[in-house]
């Protein structure tokens, strides 16, 4: 199993930028996708972006152009770089992971939230 730990997560003013973390651990060798999801108070969870094991990044098109991932293989560590952030962004984010082994050996952070004022 993959254990994740987000942070970087905070209150941030429009426009603003900030950097979430998703540090991975365990079995990391067999992560397929890295991804990044976000849930609004009253909404269905979504998903922000991801990129595959070999790199490939897909983005949504709500944040297309404003977020950036990125991956640190030496640290183990994914990275969700956030600019030009609106009040609709306001989410508690997730970072997940899909495995080569299979669904039953997906994972999840505990969430991390940002909160952008207006």
């Known amino acids: 199993q993959v254990q994740l730990v987000e942070s970087g997560g905070g209150l941030v003013q429009a426009g603003g930028s900030l950097r979430l973390s998703c540090a991975q651990s365990g079995s990391i060798f067999f992560i397929d996708t890295s991804n990044w999801y976000r849930q609004g108070q009253g909404k269905q969870r979504e998903l922000v972006a991801n990129i595959t094991r070999g790199g490939t990044t897909y983005y949504a098109d709500s944040v297309k152009g404003r977020f950036t991932l990125s991956r640190d293989n030496d640290k183990n560590t994914v990275y969700l770089q956030m600019n030009s952030l609106k009040p609709e962004d306001t989410a508690v984010y997730y970072c997940?992971?899909?495995?080569?082994?299979?669904?039953?050996?997906?994972?999840w952070g505990q969430g991390t939230q940002v909160t952008v004022s207006s």
């Open positions: 997940n992971t899909q495995s080569l082994l299979g669904p039953e050996y997906e994972s």
